[in-house]
């Protein structure tokens, strides 16, 4: 995943996110078959998004937006230290894997 976004912090937990994403996901593993269609449905109605069922990809461009939030909203999200990486927890129930995001 390709991601370009500027968090403008108000405090400590809120702020304004700027961002816009061009990304590739591939699933793959024992139950990805079980896990696909909740994947899927995680972006009905959502334009431009191009599945792949043979190889379980999933490749999506967002236009830029624009979003005021805090980070509870996406708890149980984890910062590490000097504030380069966040990192969501794998969801089993849902389906989707942990992801690590990192400050370039």
């Known amino acids: 995943m390709e991601e ?3 968090f403008i912090a108000t405090n400590a937990d809120t702020g ?15 139950k990805i078959n079980t896990a696909w269609p909740n994947i899927k449905a995680e972006y009905d109605g959502v334009e431009g998004v191009i599945f792949n069922e043979l190889t379980h990809t999933i490749t999506y461009d967002e236009l830029p937006n624009q979003s005021s ?3 509870s909203d996406f708890l149980p999200v984890q910062i590490n230290q000097n504030g380069t990486k966040l990192r969501f927890p794998a969801d089993e129930e849902e389906g989707f894997p942990e992801t690590i995001f990192t400050k370039q």
């Not at 304004?16 to 024992?30: H, L, V």
């Open 69 to 71: 939030l805090r980070l």
């Open 4 to 6: 370009t976004s500027t």
């Open 16 to 30: 304004t996110r700027i961002s816009f994403y061009k990304f590739t996901e591939t699933y793959s593993g024992s």
